[in-house]
């Protein structure tokens, strides 16, 4: 049982410290570009896999073109083409700013 604990708690450092180098692709302004770290998060199944669809796939390099006046939505440019999702989609997107992931 102790074991498990010791491994539950090194595997809590880890992801404390994967939360210090990704954030979520919603906070970053724009111009800004990062690389697609994770896609999870509380939005349903369909949504996730819709947003793999759509290119945002670990590795995958990605910029914030412009927001709208009320920041939601946000055009993304992904690959060879502008996306535009919501913030809470945006949310469940985890990233590295570009100069981290160097």
Not at 11 to 17: F, I, K, N
């Given at each position: 049982?102790?074991?498990?604990?010791?491994?539950?708690e090194?595997?809590?450092?880890?992801?404390?410290?994967?939360?210090?180098?990704?954030?979520?692709?919603?906070?970053?302004?724009?111009?800004?570009?990062?690389?697609?770290?994770?896609?999870?998060?509380?939005?349903?199944?369909?949504?996730?896999?819709?947003?793999?669809?759509?290119?945002?796939?670990?590795?995958?390099?990605?910029?914030?073109?412009?927001?709208a006046?009320?920041?939601?939505?946000?055009?993304?440019?992904?690959?060879?083409?502008?996306?535009?999702?919501?913030?809470?989609?945006?949310?469940?997107?985890?990233?590295?700013?570009?100069?981290?992931?160097?």
């Amino acid at each position: 049982m102790s074991g498990i604990g010791g491994v539950r708690e090194e595997t809590d450092g880890l992801e404390a410290a994967d939360d210090v180098t990704s954030r979520p692709l919603a906070d970053l302004p724009p111009g800004a570009r990062a690389v697609v770290a994770d896609v999870g998060g509380t939005e349903p199944p369909h949504v996730i896999r819709r947003l793999h669809d759509l290119g945002f796939v670990p590795g995958t390099e990605v910029e914030v073109v412009r927001r709208a006046p009320l920041r939601d939505p946000v055009v993304y440019r992904v690959r060879d083409y502008e996306v535009c999702l919501r913030r809470a989609q945006a949310g469940c997107v985890r990233v590295r700013v570009a100069e981290e992931a160097r």
